[in-house]
């Protein structure tokens, strides 16, 4: 994982993050309240209506950024399901995926009171795949990667807008106390930098985690 801007860091599958709250692996240590999302050696399987929260942090209100995670779907639901975000309703950033039931992944900002957007993914997700998503800004254009590929962009020069008491949330948004859009799957790692990565950057920061996903999982099957 690249270090350099790191904000957030969250091996799910790591056997020293079981359990209710989790203490994220950067150097922020933020305590993450888990609401279901069972924990197995993949990662923490989501089935509808879990979710992880992290509460008020003004670190979840970048301006520029990469925002992304590990995710292997369970269904391709008919409902969008988020995989992270912060904040939800009318403000932040937001990473989507099933989008509409169409296997398709979308990345989303809020920007000058409109939701802008990545444009959705050319890759369509399977069932029991391992996929690596990630969207950046880089305070010019949206842009969102799929296994270290750029797939999409949009032009997009005006600040994100945010919360002025952000949360982040991992399978579900989270607005006014509640969740929605929730996750079907098992979210493997999730990340957030300070400053968009660069492609090359993109395409490391997939390979140094595919092992993870690649390596064991294709010739084990953990529960």
Known sequence: MITDGLVLYLPLYSV???GSPIISKDSNHFSCTVDGAT??????????????????????????????????????????GVLCCTDGGNFGISLNVNQNGDGL?????RSAAAWKTTGDSTTVMEVGTWYHCM????????RLYVNGV???SSALTTAITYNAAPTLSIGSTWFAGAGG????????????????????????NYLETLKTYKACWDYFTWG
């Open 39 to 80: 924990w197995t050696r993949q990662g923490r399987t989501f089935n509808g209506d879990d979710i992880i929260l992290i509460t008020v942090n003004a670190l979840f209100a970048p301006a520029n950024f990469s925002f992304g995670g590990w995710y292997k779907p369970s269904s391709i639901a008919t409902a969008v």
């Open 181 to 204: 859009n929730y996750l079907l799957g098992t979210a493997g790692e999730i990340w957030l930098h300070n400053r968009a990565l660069t492609v090359a950057e993109s395409l490391q």
């Open 105 to 109: 992944i979308t990345g989303w900002a």
């Open 16 to 18: 020293d993050l079981q």
């Open 135 to 142: 969207m950046t800004y880089d305070s010019v254009r949206l």
């Open 150 to 152: 750029e797939e999409n």
